[in-house]
């Protein structure tokens, strides 16, 4: 009745197999992508490619810088706005987790973490470029902070929750306010995580396009103007790799690779925080 | 002197006040911004829903031009790249969870593909589009043509496709973290009594983190029915309703997301801009509903 031990075991190693099998085939695509990236993108980028704005169709040369500055300046302030807010939020979710306020805007940012983008999008569309009456780089900041927002205060609240409460008693037993004992006791304890969370999110938000289509739009030209629109790296290589040219191919593959060196930087700095403090996220 | 530190806690005290009401108003601002998201989208697409009622999701025809709207070819075309993506990802996102959590929780090999799943994710999904659009769809192509359907290169399979490849790390990754968390009395046991390999993972960890590895399905699932850029640039974009099933699966379509993308700034009446906007309103809810069971189920989970 019961079947031989050979042959179970010869099923035993049959499905170890199949399962390496499949687990490192998705290793190929992976590579492929990547290195066809590189390859394509790599002899593009040079100093004129950094420094110059797109070229007309038919004319050589051409390079990003609009959507270099577009896209540094709409996360830097996309980050201002969401780092504060989003570590108060994950103070408030690690410090009281059985208000009901907690058990609300616990719910809203597990919501909030599955908007689609586009969604976003929409929706600052109506906020403020309705009433603004123009597309704007301010726009496309508010869109991308709504979208750091979930990975900022997770991470917050994720690693001051591990923190032991001796900290926090001790610190309160000697008569530090409260906070005092938050920002300069529990927050430095717990800075490796929400950095790592906060350079996650970076990486997260720079390559996000759909949020911007209604947005920030996009603009040929070198803007540094908040309330015009302003380009961004995603949304220039949308814009160019969709076109029927040659010559603005070749720069949306430029521009990839650039973006995808920002994205790999960011991420691969994620880990050496998350490394050097181990940190759990 | 006296009256100097008394002055001192009352200003620290006042600050500690003001800062416990900002940490308050921070959480509450979440909330707003949630229902600021449900009451824009419901406003906004209040005069579609109006005048075309629940009919809206079953109309079979999307023609801007003469101000017909029905929703039902985006809801085809959503469902069925999700799907398709969704089955295709699913044996490697368990082969990886298997891997990872079992077989090989150590060491450079394991780290080296955790890195790679991660970096899966990571890759701006605009990248994956252009890729697909430039190397998938040639290959996709010849495919076709040696198969016998038409063509078209772009479709429906090309963005399901792409779609597999990125969302493999979502259910991938907490896989990995659920099948450890299956104690090991539970494993010993079964190999004390003579289990193989195979056998502990099918009647022992399998079992044990069913309703997790489906979580983790499910929010595989969300993302992809949300995903906008690389299915935009690969699905083709015809709102009309294919005649056939191998059409409907070979041939060019579009999905919730990619005619928002593609027809929002087009919009030029306002019924039209409406109609794109309660698409946005049920592909809010759609994602919203299955992100929540999802992450239901594995809190009820790790609580156990």
Redesign the interface.
Known sequence: MEAKIGF??T??VI??G??????????V??M???L??IKQGIFQVNWHFLTNVPAPVGEPGGGIVNALVGSFLMVLMAAVVAIP?GM??G???S?NPRTK??Y??G??????????????G??V???IVKPLGTFSAISGSVALA?MM?PIV?RSTEQTLKLLPDSLKEAALSLGV????V?LKVIVPCGFAGILSGITLSI?RV?????PL??TA?GNPYLSTSITKPMESL?HL??TY??SPYDDW?NL??GA?FI??MF??IL?IVT?VITRKWKVQL | MENKRLNLSNSQLKWETIFKKILIAMSVLLVLIILGVLATLIKESWPSIKALGIGFLWGKVWDPVSNVYGAYPFLVGTLLTSFIALIISIPFSYAIAIYLGEYNPKGWLSDLLKNAIELIAAVPSIIYGFWGLFVLVPVIRTFEMKIGVAPYGIGVFTSSLILAVMIIPYAASLGITLIRMVPSPLKEGAYALGATRFEVIKSVIMPYTRSGLFAGVLLSLGRALGETMAVTMLIGNTSAVADSIKNAIFGPGNTMASVIANEFTEADHSEYLSALIELGLVLFFVTVVINLIGKRIITKFTNN
């Not at chain 1, 199949?18 to 290793?27: D, H, K, L, N, S």
């Not at chain 1, 719910?107 to 976003?120: F, H, K, M």
């Open positions: 179970r075991n099923k035993s499905f170890k199949i399962i390496v099998f499949f687990a490192f085939i998705m290793v695509p992976l492929i992508i990547l066809y990236i807010v108060a939020a103070i408030y979710l410090e306020l907690a609300y805007s719910l809203c940012v597990d919501i909030l973490q599955g908007v689609p983008s586009i969604v976003v929409i929706v569309y109506f906020w709504i927002l205060i306010p409260y906070h005092r938050i990486a720079i390559g996000e396009t759909a289509l209604f739009f995603p290589i949308f790799a969709t191919h949306a593959w990839s973006l995808l994205v790999l991420n880990k």
